[in-house]
């Protein structure tokens, strides 16, 4: 009788962790939480961000919540606390929504948004007309505002703003706090900076000059 208890308690405790993340295949309807979609992750309505989330695929949102993404209080580019990364909706692979991207953790892979987006991380491109936010960005990051606490690659846009870059910053107004490589554009400004400035005016803590600066 005790082996027999012992095997049910075995089974029942399998049952349940393997609960605890759900793997579905092909498509899948959101937002859900604690799923593994290997395929198409549909999403028509985004009323909530959903928790431990993987989507090995394709992930497609129509509207919702992103819409909303104008009223974030602050710049995160402008914290100075330690930069926090949350994993709780990862997609490795393409994520598009035409409404607006707001991802509490990463993409690996496409972010595509005609609008505007908030990903904490991004790993590849990340794309946006009007307003790309990101704390943490290694690739090409695209937008006509685009904002980043760390940007490792190429950030462009009208309007460009980080707190470190390592790599290119191109713009019509760039702006950092600490410079590793170029910065193109009309109006340069960073405080610490190795690399150079390219610009009608160039800003750092060491010296301001037109055309050139270092």
Known sequence: MRK???ILFL???ALFTQAQVINRPFIWFGPCDSVNVHGLNFTPFVYRIPEKVTVNGINFE???LPIFLFMIPEDPSDRDDELYILNEFNVNGISLSPA???HSGKVNGL???PLYSFIHQVNGINLSLLFCITLKTNGLSYSFVNSAVEM???QLGMVTNSKKILGLQMGVVNKTRELYGLQFGFYNRTK???GLQIGLWNVNDKRSLP???W
């Open 4 to 6: 027999q208890l012992n």
């Open 192 to 194: 610490q900076i190795k």
């Open 62 to 64: 129509i509207i919702g």
């Open 111 to 113: 972010a595509i948004t």
């Open 152 to 154: 490792k690659g190429v």
């Open 11 to 13: 089974f029942c405790f």
């Open 211 to 213: 055309i050139l600066n």
């Open 100 to 102: 607006g991207l707001m």
